[in-house]
């Protein structure tokens, strides 16, 4: 592989934010938002909104989701 043109590849946390579960995982992500992990070391958070935590296909569950904001802001922005 050539060196240098490739992301850096590290830990991170995801966060549901809907369900509250955290997950730790490697990612090229990265955030300014840090959170302590359970083994005491302090890992880059990346907030989520679905995970499979929260998705109605793993859980089993009907979840609704807030998206009239999205829906009003799209046509505010394109209406004609």
């Given at each position: 592989?050539?060196?240098?043109?490739?992301?850096?590849?590290?830990?991170v946390?995801?966060?549901d934010?809907?369900s509250?579960?955290?997950?730790?995982t490697k990612s090229?992500m990265?955030?300014?938002?840090?959170?302590k992990w359970?083994?005491?070391?302090?890992y880059?958070v990346?907030?989520?909104?679905?995970?499979?935590?929260?998705?109605?296909?793993?859980?089993?569950?009907?979840i609704?989701?807030?998206t009239a904001?999205r829906v009003?802001?799209?046509?505010k922005?394109?209406?004609?």
């Amino acid at each position: 592989m050539k060196k240098g043109i490739h992301p850096e590849y590290h830990e991170v946390i995801f966060q549901d934010t809907s369900s509250n579960v955290s997950f730790k995982t490697k990612s090229t992500m990265t955030s300014k938002e840090t959170v302590k992990w359970e083994d005491g070391n302090e890992y880059p958070v990346i907030k989520l909104e679905v995970s499979s935590a929260s998705h109605p296909f793993y859980t089993g569950k009907k979840i609704f989701v807030d998206t009239a904001g999205r829906v009003e802001k799209f046509n505010k922005k394109y209406k004609k």
